[in-house]
DNA sequence: GTGGTGATGGGACCTTGTCTCATCACTGTA
DNA sequence: TACAGTGATGAGACAAGGTCCCATCACCAC
């Protein structure tokens, strides 16, 4: 891979992931990923701001749930704007991605600066969709806590989907896990 | 202060908020905090695994809320349970340290390595919430959703306990905020 | 006063992340 | 074909975070 190769910041993820999977997220230096991709450190820190960065590049998920909601019929209560955004989600959690995302959630586990950067992703996720609620004229603390239902729902598919022994649609889980925190919020007393 | 004064720990922290208000935690080297406080870098890392860590020191409020929800009556439901656990952290929150979480709390605000780590905090709090709701045989989801409600009103009440226009008591905000999120819940649809 | 113990100081070292400047490939234009 | 402009990359210096090892110091027990 010659220096002017096309798709630097996608090679570096690839790179990156690898390594992380062969010998671990803190043994793997930022100048080791860039080799691998036939790149320099100086560009890695162009394309990503961290070396954490690089398992989180994209914000298509944030996008992807804010238009649901914005989307959603004027007659959608909050927590089916909610179930339409997760169902949105479908594109990035295609079955093809799935390996990828199994190794990926596993480097994550492993690494508690990983998980750091994992969860203030997780809460921009549910301010963005706090915030599309807001636009719908959804007021606190209704809207934040339907964003906060939607993100642990979310997680807790994202966990059963890169689960070996399922092959669910992520969609489904993701339903799933919301109707039972639903159904967990009438059993709180 | 000298070489073998007492306290070093504590020694570290203010100083290292005193500096963090004056010039900003980015532009605060360690070497600085420490010499602040009479002692050296190596000392400050022997007390501290993180330049971060040393605004988050304690983990009394993870004992607090353990302890109270496991103690709580056999007859309480997960939400008195974790209502009890936002009563037992009053001695954190003595009024007598508002000023000092005022500062902390802008300086966290202001950096975002640093709303990563609160965010960690805040969800091994809810996680150690979750894991005491287990101990009493409350299944999940149920557990997850009581905790993860008690993370949110304990993040709203120190939000507004740390706000100057307020001098309420922390434990009647915490009480308000759970109220309002158990409220909200049956608003979602 | 002698030796042990634990906290501290000192400094070498590696990595992350920033910055600046030179270099290269590709483009359009004459 | 020549040439200038543009944008991505390379190279290297640099500051700071964080780790490690070893010497040093105060205190304590005997």
């Not at 993820?13 to 690898?18: G, H, I, K």
């Not at 997220?25 to 960065?53: M, N, Q, W």
């Not at 339409?84 to 479908?90: F, G, N, P």
């Not at 199994?102 to 690494?111: E, H, Y």
Request: zero cysteines; glycine letters at 6%; hydrophobic letters at 45%.
């Amino acid at each position: 891979m010659g220096r002017w190769e096309p798709n630097a910041r996608h090679r570096l993820s690839l790179s990156a992931l690898e390594l992380f999977v062969q010998q671990g997220y803190e043994s793997t230096t930022v100048a080791e990923i860039a080799e691998r991709a036939g790149l320099t450190k100086s560009t890695f820190f162009r394309h990503f701001t961290d070396k954490r960065e690089v398992l989180f590049g994209s914000d298509e998920l944030s996008r992807l749930l804010s238009d649901a909601i914005t989307g959603a019929p004027d007659s959608a209560t909050p927590i089916a704007a909610v179930a339409a955004a997760l169902d949105a989600t479908a594109v990035v959690f295609d079955p093809q991605r799935r390996p990828w995302a199994q190794q990926r959630q596993l480097v994550i586990a492993g690494n508690s600066e990983l998980r750091e950067r994992e969860l203030l992703k997780g809460a921009t996720l549910a301010a963005v969709m706090a915030d599309a609620l807001h636009g719908r004229g959804v007021p606190d603390p209704t809207a934040s806590l339907a964003a906060e239902l939607a993100g642990l729902a979310l997680r807790g598919a994202l966990a059963r989907w890169v689960d070996p022994a399922n092959a669910r649609e992520f969609t489904d889980l993701a339903g799933e896990e919301l109707a039972g925190l639903r159904a967990a919020s009438l059993a709180l007393d």
